[in-house]
């Protein structure tokens, strides 16, 4: 079984940045050679992908965020972080970090962290 702590999250003025992270444990789980993600779920919304990086890096952005998020990770620590600058109200949200097996994603939800953009 594999466990995500998210952490980072705040209140924060629109412009301003946030940068989150997503820890990654359990024992048969090897992090370096995992697809990573990073999803949201706003007040009253469906959760939504926000980004997503490939064990070699590679990394894929919903448009909402393209520009303004940037998604990394550090093997070393088997974490994955999300730079969100620009932030934005409708960033508000509770942010998840997931895994998925081939193309499809295993929904391991940790608690979350929320992210709260006042205008």
């Known amino acids: 079984q594999v466990q995500f702590v998210e952490s980072g999250g705040g209140l924060v003025q629109a412009g301003g940045s946030l940068r989150l992270s997503c820890a990654a444990s359990g024992s048969t789980f090897t992090f370096n050679i995992e697809v990573m993600g990073w999803f949201r779920q706003g007040p009253g919304k469906q959760r939504e992908w926000v980004a997503t990086i490939g064990s070699g890096g590679d990394p894929y952005y919903a448009n909402f965020v393209k520009g303004r998020f940037t998604i990394s990770r550090d093997n070393a620590k088997n974490t994955v972080y999300l730079q969100m600058n620009s932030l934005k109200p409708d960033d508000t949200a509770v942010y998840y970090c997931?895994?998925?097996?081939?193309?499809?994603?295993?929904?391991?939800w940790g608690q979350g962290t929320q992210v709260t953009v006042s205008s």
């Open positions: 997931d895994t998925a097996k081939s193309g499809a994603w295993l929904h391991y």
